[in-house]
């Protein structure tokens, strides 16, 4: 197994970057950040899946202010998460991004936004993501196999804690499987893929490999999506997934 090994705890952190926009940064809070489309070009060496691949991408560029089309947003806990379109000239795709806004301080919050239509059993899924506010949690996750809000494996990435983790979620409850210690920053686009082919996952962070490991938990084919939890600030772009055989 590459990744493996506790969460972090409690860790609170404050990163003061160089952006394209302002930032207004406290204790916990990152706030208004514009992370760099040079870093974001950068993240994941280049395409988000291997080239030539079959894949559907969402870039996310519809008019600001509305819902993510095709998508189904759930939740467990707490109030939803509020998604929407927002203008983002620092999108890796500009000139916008998909922001999930709501700060809601509940610990068990679990926001996600389900993508309509096709499932998938064996598959490969990545997106580029930045968190860029949250207290509680900085969290920028991708789920597949999904069969409704509460069942779902989970790719998460925590600024706060500096980590990656794979979960099964069941029931709206999260079970880790394995992880993975090491650079997460806040106000930056970074990228985040899982691959699962039968039983095994491999998760990579910025084109690295980072966790590979076993779990049979969910063997039907389900939704993908992006993931949330708690009060993450987080913006996605270039959602892509595709069938593998």
Request: net charge neutral; proline share 4%.
């Amino acid at each position: 197994m590459i990744g493996s090994g506790n969460p972090a705890r409690g860790r609170t952190a404050c990163f003061v970057v160089a952006t394209l926009g302002s930032l207004a940064c406290a204790r916990g809070t990152v706030v208004d950040c514009a992370p760099s489309p040079a870093a974001a070009s950068r993240a994941g060496g280049g395409d988000l899946l291997p080239a030539g691949t079959d894949a559907r991408r969402w870039a996310f560029d519809a008019p600001t202010g509305s819902a993510p089309d095709g998508f189904e947003l759930l939740h467990t806990d707490g109030p939803p998460g509020h998604w929407v379109i927002r203008s983002r000239t620092d999108a890796p795709s500009a000139p916008a991004a998909l922001a999930q806004e709501d700060s809601a301080r509940v610990s068990s919050r679990f926001a996600v936004a389900a993508a309509s239509g096709a499932t998938f059993g064996d598959v490969s899924l990545a997106v580029r993501c930045a968190a860029i506010g949250g207290s509680i949690d900085r969290a920028c996750g991708i789920v597949w196999r999904l069969g409704s809000a509460e069942n779902y494996y989970l790719a998460r990435a925590n600024a706060l804690e500096n980590n990656v983790r794979l979960y099964y979620v069941r029931d709206g409850r999260r079970h880790e499987i394995a992880g993975w210690d090491g650079a997460v920053t806040s106000c930056t686009w970074h990228s985040l893929r899982a691959d699962m082919r039968g039983d095994l996952i491999e998760v990579y962070w910025n084109g690295r490999r980072v966790i590979e490991a076993r779990d049979d938990h969910f063997r039907q084919p389900g939704r993908v999506g992006l993931w949330t939890k708690a009060d993450s600030r987080t913006l996605f772009d270039d959602l892509v997934v595709r069938a593998v055989f």
